[in-house]
């Protein structure tokens, strides 16, 4: 998910779609996850990773016309941290695994720190698929558009 809200920061045209597009589709799929796998047993409803995947498409920005593979590479990092604080700190301010006191923020981001690696691993996979696959199509598409102009 990171990922994907990263590469719309980055390629979307318009920034407020950039972020509604990927939250609407969020919404869309977590609604369908709840109402038709688990039966509406749990409320679909659970913002709290929102605003986290939110800033990562605002972290997205940064790349807007100055893609390269290690920026790409440094922005993926920058987006996972920045869910990772967002999101948990969200959880905690529910009140609802955590009690909202200083020690209740410390506990909620030490219990949410195994699951940080695999958000990073998996953020930097799919960004490299992502802005790797955009890459590819944009170099065809030159590639074809130069052949088209030649052969005329």
């Given at each position: 998910m990171g990922a994907m809200f990263l590469f719309s920061g980055a390629t979307f045209r318009n920034k407020t779609l950039s972020v509604t597009v990927p939250?609407?589709?969020?919404?869309?799929?977590?609604?369908a996850v709840v109402k038709f796998l688990y039966d509406d047993l749990y409320n679909w409803l659970m913002t709290s990773p929102w605003p986290g995947f939110a800033l990562v498409?605002?972290?997205?920005?940064?790349?807007?016309?100055?893609?390269t593979w290690l920026r790409v590479a440094g922005t993926s990092l920058a987006g996972s941290v920045v869910f990772f604080f967002a999101s948990n700190f969200m959880v905690w301010l529910t009140g609802a695994l955590y009690p909202v006191t200083a020690s209740g923020l410390k506990t909620c981001f030490i219990q949410a720190i195994p699951f940080f690696g695999n958000t990073l691993l998996g953020d930097l996979f799919y960004a490299?698929?992502?802005?790797?696959?955009?890459?590819?199509?944009?170099?065809?598409?030159?590639?074809?558009?130069?052949?088209?102009?030649?052969?005329?």
């Open positions: 939250l609407a589709a969020l919404l869309v799929s977590d609604y498409a605002i972290t997205g920005w940064l790349l807007r016309g100055r893609i490299a698929v992502f802005f790797g696959s955009y890459e590819f199509v944009r170099r065809r598409m030159q590639a074809t558009a130069a052949i088209s102009v030649a052969t005329k």
